[in-house]
């Protein structure tokens, strides 16, 4: 279940991203690199924003890996992109995503992303794939939003020795903004040979400029902390996790936002 989770998954970066997803689906966050890890999520920005994340286990030998999104928003949709890095010794990889998501109604929003994926390690040369992703999220009333979103929607694959079929994922969840300052979200998780896996996420804004998302998943049978501050087009994030077996983990980031939609 781990070498799968820890590899490319949903959008090619950690452990992290899945205990973020969530926070896509809930407009109190306003992260850009939160938001580009659901297809769809890009739609319910509405500001230019750039940001960057890291990733990394205490341990010694741990890979780091960075995030960097930034996101363009048109009155014809918004427009966002990526880049990821995992590396660790000889190993490294690598994926750059273009990904477009627009309203289309007032109670549907979708997205679809094409991601370029490159890994190798020295000596042994490199391999690349292309997948797809596509997400929906359905606003069912003010309040209550539900998603259902693909990643590698049409199974590409890596060559090595033989071809390799990255596996699928599909998630689907339910999110309930329960006040101006608070969120609820759960979530089903199912990839290609692992187990379903579930996720529960709550998303707090304890003040005009600190928020906080806490999230369990029992994939990992962790729980994960993450703490946002915002002053103006600055926010700056910390995240704090402890999965079993593999130990504490730390997610620092930093973003800029500015330019409204109504400027362009």
Known sequence: MLSGMTGWGQTGSGIAERFLTEAGLLPLSGDVCTA?????????????????????????????????????????????????????????????????????????????????????????????????????????????RSDVACWNLFGAKQKYSEPYAIPRQVRSGLAYQLSDAAGLA???????????????????????????LIAYSTAYHGIFLFVYYKNQGLRISLGFGYLHPLGALGVPGIQYTTLHTDDL
Request: proline share 5%; hydrophobic share 40%; aromatic share 14%.
């Open 36 to 144: 580009n890890l659901h297809p769809a999520g890009p739609a319910a920005l509405q500001e230019f924003s750039i940001g960057v994340q890291s990733e990394k286990f205490a341990w010694p030998d741990a890979p780091l890996h960075l995030r960097t999104a930034a996101l363009l928003p048109a009155r014809s949709g918004h427009f966002s992109f990526h880049v990821q890095y995992s590396g660790l010794g000889t190993y490294t990889a690598l994926q750059a995503g273009l990904g477009y998501a627009r309203s289309l109604a007032s109670w549907c929003d979708i997205g679809v992303r094409f991601s370029y994926n490159a890994s190798g390690i020295q000596g042994y040369g490199r391999v690349s794939s292309i997948p797809v992703d596509f997400g929906v999220v359905f606003r069912l009333n003010d309040k209550l």
């Open 186 to 212: 759960f979530s089903a998780h199912l990839e290609e040979g692992s187990p379903l896996y579930g996720q529960v996420s709550v998303f707090y804004r304890f003040h005009s400029r600190m928020s906080t």
